[in-house]
């Protein structure tokens, strides 16, 4: 079964502080995606990458970066977190070229921005 | 900006019972239309998937119609069960031969009761 990881279930951070999201997968996937869910918002498409090293912007980058430093292995960054990132951040990941692509999700980091 | 609309928030149907969740899209170029289905504690995962050259998709209880002149696509579940109880989310996208983008919906809390 394909796997997709993310560090740490539970997080809490403080304001201004550096905070990195670790996400692993283990299927070899070109694409990576970082997402953010809120209640009442759904799923928001902050940053993906359909290759190492390589980043396109979603539908809402401000205050976020990525590394894609490995294949199986992408990053999210709040270079200062504030509390309105306070949010539940999945990361998924796929392979292009299929019929229907297909993401798969990890199961989530619950940060909180105190 | 909200591309794809999803409706109702939330939902309460009697075991047995067809809880049908609609979606709206406005961007004509979207051409793959997928369902997740979300657990609590888990991340989200492929329910079953449709492309606007069919009007309707039917995988076990779960059912997908689509109308493209109206820009609308809903789910339907068959013979609902407790075990159906779960967010759902439609989305949208647009494959840009890299990866597909997708937007979301705003999801659909449904509890089936016995």
């Known amino acids: 079964d394909v796997k997709v990881t993310q560090s740490s279930r539970y997080l809490v951070k403080r304001t201004g502080e550096k905070v990195f999201l670790e996400c692993v997968q283990d299927m070899d996937h070109e694409n990576m995606f970082w997402y953010r869910q809120d209640p009442g918002l759904g799923l928001r498409l902050i940053y993906f990458?359909?290759?190492?090293?390589?980043?396109e912007k979603g539908d809402i980058p401000e205050g976020y970066s990525v590394s894609r430093e490995k294949k199986e292995r992408f990053s999210l960054i709040l270079e200062s977190a504030s509390t309105n990132q306070t949010s539940m951040y999945l990361c998924?990941?796929?392979?292009?070229?299929?019929?229907?692509?297909?993401?798969?999700f990890g199961s989530g980091t619950q940060l909180s921005v105190l | 900006q909200q591309q794809v609309k999803q409706s109702p928030q939330s939902l309460i149907v009697q075991k047995g019972g067809i809880p049908i969740i609609n979606c709206a899209y406005e961007?004509?170029?979207?051409?793959?239309f997928p369902w997740y289905q979300q657990f609590p504690g888990k991340g989200p995962a492929l329910l079953i998937a449709?492309?606007?050259?069919?009007s309707e998709k039917k995988e076990g209880r779960f059912t997908i119609s689509f109308n493209k002149s109206a820009k609308q696509f809903s789910l339907h579940i068959m013979d609902s069960q407790p075990g159906d109880s779960a967010t759902y989310f439609c989305?949208?996208?647009?494959?840009?031969?890299?990866?597909?983008?997708?937007?979301f919906g705003t999801g659909t809390r449904l509890q089936v009761t016995l």
């Open positions: 449709i492309r606007p050259d069919v």
């Open positions: 998924a990941s796929s392979s292009p070229g299929q019929p229907n692509e297909k993401l798969f």
């Open positions: 990458s359909y290759d190492v090293k390589m980043k």
């Open positions: 961007n004509t170029a979207f051409d793959y």
């Open positions: 989305a949208a996208s647009i494959n840009t031969g890299t990866a597909s983008k997708l937007t």
